[in-house]
Structures are given as structure tokens and as C-alpha cells.
């Protein structure tokens, strides 16, 4: 090593670490990247996901008609329910509703075919507990009359509320991509996929299921629906079936699928 | 030196019983232990959480600000955490020296508060050897390192227990030859007469006294540095080769020890470059009672150690480890002919200027003061560069 190298290393050294300390001075009075989570955020994260988020399972028990859908359609088996039928009043109770949140894998799988929205995701995803057996949710802590879908508007308006947020979730569900209310687009092509003129959303009437397709002035595709309602009592297609269905035709809600799906249920467990 | 404790313990023995200077006696060894206790042992556990944060906000982060205000709580939790841990020895190591160990490192760091210049009367031991006992004290560290790496048992601790002697060995001698400038201009060794012997103003300061002193102050900042194994000569505890080095083995209070008297010598480096070359306690003189003086004193010692302090927290968060050849080459080749040179430098100085130049003084002065200028244009050149959004709240 020369002398000249000798000068030279001692110059890289100390003109290289000057630097390298104004950067790091630079870097002392920048504002931190750092996101104070979850306390000091001007939001909670929660508020501000969009509504199709699928964070954690709920039920809104008072909406549900006790399917059994979300049951058939959890491919892992994370919903456990019990129902049983009154024969006399034929109405469904429902005993138990527990969703295993430590299985759950968030697909949505069992929102999909719920015909009421009942059992959707929230946008709650904080799950840490400090027991395995806590992360049980249980819906049902005494036996409920399941919900029956009213002919008409519902009256109660508490549970009107419910349904019609149920509703926008399953129409939202329905038309994949647009978690934005339904524009004129939407509606023409709901129009091109079935020939029925309602817009989804914008039929009050329809928003439970059963009694819209009851009352409500069907198009011609709903008496269709109805007949095939029919030999369901004998054949019991399985509820894949109107899942199916429902994507074949299309992103346009049919309520006359939905009225299909929940007439199919109502047998099942009965049988 | 008749303010000096030991002096009157002295008296008070062996001598006539000075009764007019016991009252004083007792309220220095009361201040002392006061400072002792709220500074010297509280400083190591707090400085930890000061430097993360700054650590923190040096990498764009934020740091610990959990526990009590802005974090400010941390190192208790800290060591309620370690105090709790179970002390694991383990089964093949030499217990005896295994235990021993982190009780001489500790040792090694409260021993040199004894000759501490907090300010122009608060000082336990006014030795007439003040800077050589504290250099001595200082390097006892290294037997309690090598000692723990021995009786682990370990390779890794071994390793990092070698490492640690052949570097605090290595970097004694360039601490002590830039320890000679200042000694050759005072001729004292004593601590508070090596401060005397400097005035409050800045071009007074014996690191402006020429540039050999310049150098000579910088190249014992970077050996103590080494010497209390900071980054970038953390080698005895690279935890990427290491595992933690010495400390592998250790848990609970002890691991805790070796880590208290690390940040706590943080402090003692600096003071001891404080003391030699950055005019210690001295401050303008005014016509104020001895105790307002002395606490005036003590606060300008204080935020000079503590700026000291905080450089080398910057300088661990700016600069990667060095290579062990690379290390050994900075002392060996670099600081050691230069600590000579600056040495001779400085003993032909003396002889020129027995009481040093006052155009040297101001030019080294404004050479410093350029450096600074520089300094803050280019941070400012880097901030300009980054476009991002300034924040100078040091909490967040």
C-alpha cells in the first residue's frame, strides 16, 4: 500500500461517513412511515373497507329462514346448525347456529345462496382470542322461529332494515364487481340476461324473496319458476343447483331463483 | 485540593480533624451519591429507550412510545421482564467464573464515577491520576468479557470473548495516545485540573487548541467507540456471526448487566472526551452562590456528554459493522501512527507555544464551525432531495 493509497482511504473514510451521517440526519427529521395501528389512526380500518369485504361471519338471526344453504355450501364444514319443523304451525325452528371462525376460510361461499342475506361477512377482522373454543361464534342461544318471508312489505321495520341490507348484499353478491349501486348499465344488462323488466334493487316489493315472487306481478319467467317449484316437492333438486343456476344466468338477481331456493329448503328438512 | 473528598476523609483521619470542612464533606459525599444514584444507574437503563427511538426515527420508524409517556417507561418494563426471567447456567459451564463475570463487567462501569467531574466541586476523588485511573477502570471490561466467553463454554461466547480483548487490548493504545495531547498541554493527569486548565468559550477548548488535538479528540471518540463495543465495532456481539457473543449463554439480571454497563460506559467515553477536549464543566463566571454555580456547572457537563451520547446513538444507526481484518487494520495502520504523530505534534506545539495561539485557536474554531456549515447543507441538500414531509417533534 502507497502512501498515496494510505491518504486516500483515510479521505474515502471520512468524507464517505460524512455523508452517510447527513443522510441519516436527513432521515431523523422526516415525518416516520410508521401507521400506528389499530389506536391511532384517524379511521378505524373496519369503516373504511368496502361492504363486500369478507372479513368475519355474522347471522342476522332475525332474518334467517333457517335454509340450511350456508350449512350445504361451507365446503370445510365450518357452520354447524340444527333446525327443526312445527308440523302444525309449519313453522322452522332453529336450535343451534354456530360458525367455527378459526375454520373459516372466507370464501363466501355460504353468503352466496343465502336467499336472504342473513349469514354474510362483516368487515371485522380482528379475530385474536385467547382460546381455540371462544372463536365458536353461537348464534342461537334459545331456539327462534326462523324467518318467514312476509307477502308484501315487511311491517316490522327493525327487520326491515335488516332485510334490506341482507338484500343489497346478495344483489351486490350477484353482480360481481361493482360495489357501487346498480347504475342504468347494470340494469340493461340484467334486462339481457333474463327478459324480466324489474330492476333489482329498485322493486321494494321484492326484497323478501318468497313474498315478492308470490305477489309481486311476476314476468314470464316467474310462472315458469313456479311449476318447476312443483316437481321440486318430489325431486328435491339439490340447493348446488340453483347456485348454479343463478350463475348461468347471469350477474342479474332473479328473486324467482331465490323464491325456487327457499321453496326447495323449506322441504328438506322435513323430509 | 482541599475540596476534594478523599483529601478531607484523609484529614479527618489521619490528620488535625479539619471541623471546619467536615459539614462540607458530608454534603459533597451526599451530592455524590445523589448524582450516583439519579444519574449514573438510571442513565444506562434510560439511554436504552432513547436510543431506540432515535435508532427509530433514524430508520423512518417510530419506536417503542407504549409503555407510559411515549415509551418513556420501556426500560423498566424492560427490566422487570429480564429481573423475571429465569438464570439459566448452563450444566457445562464454569459457574463460578460464569457468575462472577457480569458483576466485574458492572464493576468496570461504576468504578470510574468515582473521578466523574460533574462540576468544579462535585467530584468523589479528586485523584491526581484521575484520567490514567480512568482509563485503567475502563479497560477491566475486558476481563469480565473474556472471563464470561471462557466459562460459558460455547464457541460463539469464546469467540466473542476473544474478540472483545484483542479489541478493547488494541484500541487502548490509540486511546491513550490521544489522551497524551491534552495531558502534555495541562501537565496534569487530574481530572478537574485538566478541565481548569480550560475556559468556557469553545475556541478555548483544547480540541481547538491545534490540529493535532483536533485529530486527536476524534480518534478517541472512535477508539471508545470500540472500546465499549458500539456499532460499527459491535463484533463481540454480531449477532449475524455471534449469536450475542459473549452473552450467548447468559439470561435474566445477568444478560441485563452486561448490557446496563455497556450503554452506562456510553456515557463514561463521553465524559472522558468531555473532560479532555470539550472544556468540561466550565462555565462563565458570575458572582452566584457556589450551589447555583456548581448545578450551572453540572447541567453544562451534562448536555455536553449527553450530545456526545447522542452522536454515537446516530453514528450506530449510520454505520454497518466493520470486518474483524478491517478493524484491526483502522487501529493497527491508521490510529496508532497518527495517535503518535499527534502526540509529537502536540509535545513540539507545547514547546513552541507553552501557552498555545490564539490565531490557531480561531482558526481551528472556524475550520470547526465550517464543518458544521457544510454538514447542515448537505442534511439539508439530502432533505431537499428526499421531498419528503419534515417532522422535528421528537415525539410522534
Not at chain 2, 55 to 70: E, H, K, L, M, T
Amino acid at each position: 500500500m502507497g502512501v498515496a493509497a494510505y491518504f486516500r482511504h483515510i479521505k474515502e473514510a471520512v468524507v464517505t461517513i460524512f455523508d452517510g451521517m447527513a443522510v441519516t440526519a436527513s432521515h431523523l427529521i422526516r415525518k416516520p412511515y410508521t401507521i400506528q395501528y389499530p389506536d391511532r389512526i384517524p379511521a378505524r380500518v373496519q369503516d373504511r373497507l368496502p361492504f363486500r369485504y369478507r372479513g368475519i361471519l355474522d347471522v342476522d338471526l332475525e332474518i334467517c329462514t333457517g335454509c340450511l344453504a350456508c350449512d350445504r355450501a361451507c365446503p370445510i364444514d365450518c357452520i354447524a346448525m340444527a333446525i327443526e319443523k312445527n308440523a302444525q304451525t309449519r313453522e322452522i325452528i332453529i336450535s343451534q347456529f354456530d360458525i367455527d371462525i378459526a375454520k373459516c376460510m372466507y370464501c363466501g361461499l355460504c353468503s352466496e345462496p343465502c336467499p336472504t342475506g342473513a349469514i354474510h361477512h362483516t368487515t371485522e377482522f380482528e379475530g385474536a382470542d385467547y382460546s381455540l373454543e371462544s372463536l365458536i361464534r353461537r348464534f342461537v342461544v334459545e331456539p327462534v322461529v326462523a324467518y318467514k318471508p312476509k307477502k308484501g312489505p315487511e311491517p316490522d321495520p327493525a327487520v326491515a332494515s335488516l332485510l334490506e341490507r341482507g338484500m343489497k348484499y346478495v344483489d351486490q353478491w350477484a353482480q360481481p364487481g361493482s360495489d357501487k349501486p346498480p347504475t342504468p348499465k347494470a340494469a340493461s344488462s340484467a334486462q339481457t340476461a333474463t327478459p324480466q323488466p324489474a330492476k333489482p334493487a329498485a322493486n321494494p316489493a321484492r326484497m323478501p324473496a318468497k313474498g315478492a315472487a308470490a305477489a309481486a306481478p311476476k314476468p314470464s319467467a316467474a310462472p315458469a319458476r313456479k311449476g318447476a317449484d312443483g316437481q321440486a316437492v318430489t325431486q328435491s333438486p339439490p340447493a348446488e343447483a340453483s347456485v348454479d343456476n343463478r350463475e348461468a344466468t347471469g350477474e342479474a338477481a332473479n328473486p324467482a331463483i331465490d323464491t325456487a331456493g327457499v321453496r326447495q329448503r323449506d322441504k328438506t328438512p322435513a323430509s | 485540593m482541599n475540596n476534594s473528598l478523599v483529601t478531607l476523609i484523609g484529614r479527618a483521619m489521619f490528620g488535625p480533624a479539619p471541623l471546619d470542612h467536615t459539614d462540607q464533606a458530608a454534603a459533597i459525599a451526599v451530592a455524590c451519591a445523589v448524582v450516583l444514584f439519579a444519574i449514573a444507574v438510571p442513565f444506562a437503563s434510560i439511554v436504552t429507550w432513547v436510543e431506540r427511538r432515535v435508532w427509530a426515527r433514524i430508520q423512518s420508524r417510530v419506536g417503542p412510545n407504549r409503555v407510559g409517556p411515549n415509551g418513556f417507561l420501556q426500560w423498566l418494563a424492560d427490566g422487570v421482564k429480564h429481573v423475571c426471567k429465569e438464570d439459566v447456567i448452563p450444566e457445562e459451564a464454569d459457574a463460578p467464573l460464569f457468575k462472577l463475570a457480569p458483576y466485574l463487567v458492572v464493576l468496570a462501569f461504576i468504578l470510574p464515577w468515582a473521578v466523574m467531574p460533574f462540576s468544579s466541586m462535585l467530584i468523589l476523588a479528586d485523584l491526581n491520576i484521575g484520567i490514567l485511573y480512568m482509563t485503567a477502570i475502563t479497560a477491566l471490561t475486558v476481563v469480565g468479557v473474556l472471563m464470561a466467553g471462557w466459562s460459558s463454554n460455547n464457541k460463539w461466547s469464546l469467540i466473542g470473548g476473544i474478540r472483545s480483548a484483542a479489541q478493547i487490548i488494541s484500541y487502548e493504545i490509540p486511546a491513550g495516545l490521544s489522551i497524551f495531547p491534552a495531558v502534555l498541554m495541562t501537565g496534569t493527569l487530574s481530572m478537574q485540573g485538566l478541565i481548569r486548565a480550560q475556559k468556557w468559550e469553545p475556541y478555548h477548548w483544547f480540541i481547538f487548541a491545534n490540529p493535532f488535538c483536533f485529530v486527536a479528540a476524534i480518534i478517541l471518540f472512535v477508539s471508545t467507540l470500540a472500546e465499549n463495543n458500539r456499532t460499527p465495532f459491535d463484533l463481540p456481539e454480531a449477532e449475524s456471526e455471534l449469536v450475542a457473543g459473549f452473552a450467548t449463554e447468559y439470561s435474566s439480571m445477568r444478560y441485563l448487566f452486561f448490557f446496563m454497563a455497556e450503554w452506562g460506559n456510553m456515557f463514561i467515553a463521553a465524559a472522558i472526551l468531555v473532560t479532555l477536549y470539550l472544556g468540561g464543566w466550565q462555565i462563565p463566571r458570575f458572582n452566584w452562590s457556589p450551589a447555583l454555580m456548581n448545578l450551572l456547572q453540572f447541567i453544562c457537563f451534562l448536555v455536553k456528554v449527553l450530545v456526545l451520547v447522542f452522536v454515537s446513538m446516530w453514528i450506530r444507526g449510520t454505520l454497518p459493522r466493520v470486518r474483524i481484518d478491517q478493524m484491526m487494520s483502522i487501529c493497527w495502520k491508521y490510529f496508532v501512527p497518527i495517535g503518535f504523530i499527534n502526540m509529537i505534534g502536540t509535545a513540539i506545539w507545547v514547546a513552541f507555544f507553552p501557552h498555545g495561539s490564539r490565531l490557531m485557536e480561531m482558526a481551528m474554531f472556524a475550520l470547526a464551525l465550517a464543518i458544521v456549515a457544510a454538514f447542515a447543507w448537505r442534511v439539508a441538500y439530502f432533505t431537499r432531495r428526499s421531498r419528503m414531509e419534515l417532522y422535528f417533534h421528537p415525539t410522534i
